[in-house]
């Protein structure tokens, strides 16, 4: 079955740096590759998401990019604001079989004022 | 548009007790799902509908079970709580596969 892998777990950053995380995975026919956002209490939001016939795609301060040789993609987060202070999740979905995504575990950001 | 409606938020039971776990979606979704959170564990999948009249087991169904009511509603059923079922339960819907969840608001659910 799919893996997904998650990095870091713990990114801590100053307000108005830019922050990366990344995951890889290791199932080839996964072709749908979304990214939440968890702030502390709430539920997971989608934020933004990527498929595979698309290298990278924008949505204001956020983007994430997408390398199918490799294996991975990237959330960026540009001009760190503190309210993107949350737990971030990336998930690999296969193209066949139940469709279910994978999930990493997690990385933790900290925008610091 | 409510999104995905779940409840209780809260609920605190007894070792034995049983209890279930409503959630509805609005979005005229396919593919419905219940994962439970726990610290350093991320989201595990325990249930899913792909679609209506459809259930299918996840990652870790052992002491559970669900019922699809309509494509509306799909409720979880813990039939005698133990304190390892102790979680965040979280109730998502997608419209199919290739789409991301919506998920609900979440049940702190506590067993003693």
């Known amino acids: 079955g799919e893996n997904v892998e998650q990095h870091p777990s713990t990114l801590s950053v100053q307000e108005g740096d830019s922050a990366v995380i990344k995951c890889t995975y290791s199932?080839?026919?996964?072709?749908?590759f979304p990214w939440y956002k968890q702030e502390l209490g709430k539920r997971p939001q989608l934020i933004i998401d990527?498929?595979?016939?698309?290298g990278e795609k924008k949505d204001q301060r956020i983007a994430v990019t997408l390398n199918k040789t490799a294996k991975h993609f990237s959330l960026h987060i540009t001009e760190t604001q503190p309210e993107d202070s949350a737990v971030y999740f990336c998930a690999a979905s296969p193209s066949g079989g139940s469709y279910i995504p994978t999930f990493g575990r997690g990385t933790s950001l900290i925008v610091h004022p | 548009n409510a999104g995905v409606t779940q409840t209780p938020k809260f609920q605190v039971l007894k070792t034995g007790q049983s209890m279930t776990l409503q959630c509805a979606q609005d979005?005229?979704?396919?593919?419905m799902y219940w994962y439970r959170q726990d610290p350093g564990m991320g989201l595990r999948l325990i249930y899913y509908?792909?679609?209506?009249?459809?259930?299918d087991k996840g990652e870790v169904p052992n002491g559970y079970n669900v019922s699809r009511l309509n494509k509306r509603e799909f409720s979880l059923r813990l039939e005698s709580a133990a304190p390892s079922q102790t979680s965040v339960y979280f109730c998502?819907?997608?419209?199919?596969?290739?789409?991301?969840?919506?998920f609900g608001s979440g049940t702190r659910l506590t067993v003693v």
């Open positions: 998502a819907s997608r419209p199919g596969q290739g789409h991301g969840y919506t």
């Open positions: 979005m005229n979704h396919n593919s």
């Open positions: 199932d080839s026919a996964s072709n749908y």
């Open positions: 990527i498929r595979s016939n698309v």
């Open positions: 509908s792909a679609s209506e009249g459809t259930t």
